[in-house]
């Protein structure tokens, strides 16, 4: 009988970020052999790396014994698999023949016992009793617990993927998409995930499609399958046909095109048909992505994340760290302005040097301002980087999840004592720098009225926002459809915020993920928001929205808006009316 | 391969999980205990019943008959409680 091609597999999930790629996947999961580094053993230290073998499986079998024995009673009867477990931890086919794999080849002890599992989980594949078969994950479980004690159960390394691959992952952590280099990662596909999780919005950063909240792509994709990420549609094809092929090779190539086109668009400025100029600006995470704010027109960075150079290594960054790369994005933007929101971390990035800190509910735990004002001599060393930063050209400071007073006020008063200690030390800063909160806490928005006498500008983080007020986690795909900017609540509090702003003469700026949906630009501006900040690739979009939009119209229509009850009657109002902003869509629909 | 002192009987597995990770582990513990080779053979298939993933592989489901051999008379009591293991359906 001749075996046919594996049928083509089309996967619906979330679209994160937009554009086609094709490629081969490479799984980035405990199971993908590649993430075992191999290296060779000297031949004097065969005996030494036997040893931590054994080491490693006499300690996988002394955990799973002493779970045997503080098993309460009547789990007992289920500790019978784990009994199982020990007998397989020294069952020939993974033990000695991992030594034996050691011995021969002169490799790493991972290496050999990774091997060792790649065969025995080769024969099951082959049993069609589905009961025996699915024992192939008994020895995955086995095999995980030896290799965690083997590497220290060390994270995934992205940065050491050599090949150009598009990466299937269950979900990636902050710290792994950080890793990401451009010229090797095409695309991602994670199980989990939403349109506003963290993977999407690295993604959309650099450019490269992904599709998530897939629920089951680590199963359904193997290694090297070649796959289609189409993450405008936000679908993933595998095994894909001639003909598919061929379809999305034409598509990807009038997507480039179709943002090429864009990027010009990006040039020109965002007046209205009215003459109002609104600042279109571009939020970054790493400070390289400053050129591409430029590239993509913007007026200059409403939102740099510092947290990047925080979880990027073991310890924390020096001051002079800090400066440097504060340096590099405000030289690279010229005189345009720098907007740097200190040290947002845990929640969803948490820091693997603070990892003693269990949280149970990071979103709502010690984080972002939280956490600086409760250890000062991290925050300090950021305040006076961003100090010294600001002499440099205009630099504006944004204090996050901003819930209280009093977190403005004592975070304004370690500002004021970076600024006295630059001030004995002789070194330059700008004692006019503009100091801003993120409005993305529900207190913060009731509270706007108190918090305005106290700083220069708002800058409305959407994200945080809607998760907060709707008590929606975005990274949750079976509520992540109730993530919704429209929802007549959140409406209601950007207008609130923006009217106080506007009352007290203080910015009022937006850098969530809503500010860069063209779609929603004749909302903002109708509300008054005086600014936006997004995606860089989301700027000459945006701008061109503006560029069609006459002000004045705009402030009759949020009337309307606001009088609509549900998200739903406000998305076929704007629909309705501006539709036509987002024709781009269609282009390449 | 065939030796005369070879001893060896057809068995059937009658429990209804067949020989799963449990009942394989019981077989390759008392297998570990003899002093030659242990092995079960399934449609022309021999693997070592010491080795658990090794019995696992051959997918014994229920109903299944596979043969028990032993290399060396003296492991006649390992023989044995295999055999009775199979015929009481690994106890479950």
Redesign the interface.
Known sequence: MEKGRPPEIVLTGVAGSSGICIGKAYLVDKEGVDLVEKYAIDRKHLLAEVRRFQNAVKAARDELLSIIESAPEDLRRYTNILETHITMLQDKALYDRTIETIQKECVNAEWAFKKSVIEVKAMFQDITDAYLRQRAEDVVHVSDNVMRNLTGAKSVKIRDIEKRVILVAKDLSPAETSQIKLDRIKGFVTDRGGKSSHTSIIARALEIPAVLALANATRTIQNDDLIIVDGTAGIVIIHPSEQTLEEYKARSEAYRRYRNFIKKAGKLEAKTTDGILIPVMGNIELHGEAEGVKIYGGDGIGLYRTEFQYLSRTDFPTEQDLYENYKEVVSTMGPLPVTIRTLDINGDKAIAYNGNMVETNPALGLRAIRYCLKNPEVFSAQLRAILRASALGPVRILFPMISCLDEVIEAKKLLNQAKRSLEKQGIPYDPNMRIGAMIEVPSAVAIADILADHLDFFSIGTNDLIQYSLAIDRGNRDVAHLYNPLHPAILRMIKHTADVAIDKGIGIYMCGEMAGESLYAPILLGMGVGELSMNPTAIPLVKSAIRSLGFGQTNDFIREVLRKDRADAVAALVEERYGDLVEDKAYFK | MNSAKELSKELTVTNE??????S??QI??LARKARSGVWIVKNGETV?A?????I??L???QGSRVTLKIQNPEDINVFNDIVSLFENGFGE
Not at chain 2, 17 to 22: E, F, I, K, Q, S
Request: glycine content about 10%; overall charge negative; some cysteine.
């Open positions: 999980l067949g020989v799963h990770a449990r394989a582990a390759a513990a070592d010491a080795s658990i993933i090794d696992l592989t997918a014994c489901g």
